[in-house]
T-cell receptor, first 114, second 115 residues
Framework: DAGVIQSPRHEVTEMGQEVTLRCKPI?????LFWYRQTMMRGLELLIY????????DSGMPEDRFSAKMPNASFSTLKIQPSEPRDSAVYFC????????????FGPGTRLLVL | AQSVTQPDIHITVSEGASLELRCNYS??????LFWYVQSPGQGLQLLLK??????LVQGIKGFEAEFKRSQSSFNLRKPSVHWSDAAEYFC?????????????FGSGTRLQVQP
């Protein structure tokens, strides 16, 4: 299995621009998670989906952030407009249903907003 | 609300020495506990997990962890550290009886290995 795939791996953009991060979960997994890692706040959950439906988006910082999962094999996290404080590493993870599921992480997207 | 504390931000050990990384958690139900490792510029790799049963769990790369309910701890150990173990280690809690799927992570412990 290819594991969780994220693109792009690195993104540099200017403040005010729209940024779209992409994730392909492991085939057969029905949970998908977006996390953000920063020096100040560590690893924190942004949102997660179950069977393509958002379940908990309480970690989404503000309306500038949005996430979608149009099908079981693809999710996007969009920031519009981007701000320098959004600079972070964004991880996508997926897991299979069941109480004892283990989350598998992608390599992350390193975002720098200038 | 659940929380995870990793009291050691940075640890340095000599190659071949033993290692113990501390993790304390706060969780309102029976927790599921995890240790992940992150090498520079990489994603998180699962080392081991505890769901129930035997409180001593074995993981990959020679790591083990012991769940101690009375101390709310899940410390990670390795009897002999290799230079390739230098990385950042994260303890996480989630799932369990509450059904919460998302993980709550500790702040991480950065391990440096001296030759």
């Amino acid at each position: 299995d290819a594991g969780v795939i994220q693109s792009p791996r690195h993104e540099v953009t200017e403040m005010g621009q729209e940024v779209t991060l992409r994730c392909k979960p492991i085939s057969g997994h029905d949970y998908l998670f977006w996390y953000r890692q920063t020096m100040m706040r560590g690893l924190e959950l942004l949102i997660y989906f179950n069977n393509n439906v958002p379940i908990d988006d309480s970690g989404m910082p503000e309306d500038r952030f949005s996430a979608k999962m149009p099908n079981a094999s693809f999710s996007t996290l969009k920031i519009q407009p981007s701000e320098p404080r959004d600079s972070a590493v964004y991880f996508c993870a997926s897991s299979h249903r069941g109480r004892r599921e283990t989350q598998y992480f992608g390599p992350g997207t390193r975002l720098l907003v200038l | 609300a659940q929380s995870v504390t990793q009291p050691d931000i940075h640890i340095t050990v000599s190659e071949g020495a033993s290692l113990e990384l501390r993790c304390n958690y706060s969780y309102g139900a029976t927790p599921y506990l995890f240790w992940y490792v992150q090498s520079p510029g990489q994603g998180l790799q699962l080392l081991l997990k505890y769901f129930s049963g035997d409180t001593l769990v074995q993981g990959i790369k020679g790591f083990e962890a012991e769940f101690k309910r009375s101390q709310s701890s899940f410390n990670l150990r390795k009897p002999s550290v290799h230079w390739s173990d230098a990385a950042e280690y994260f303890c996480a809690v989630g799932g369990g009886d509450t059904g919460r799927r998302a993980l709550t992570f500790g702040s991480g412990t950065r391990l440096q290995v001296q030759p």
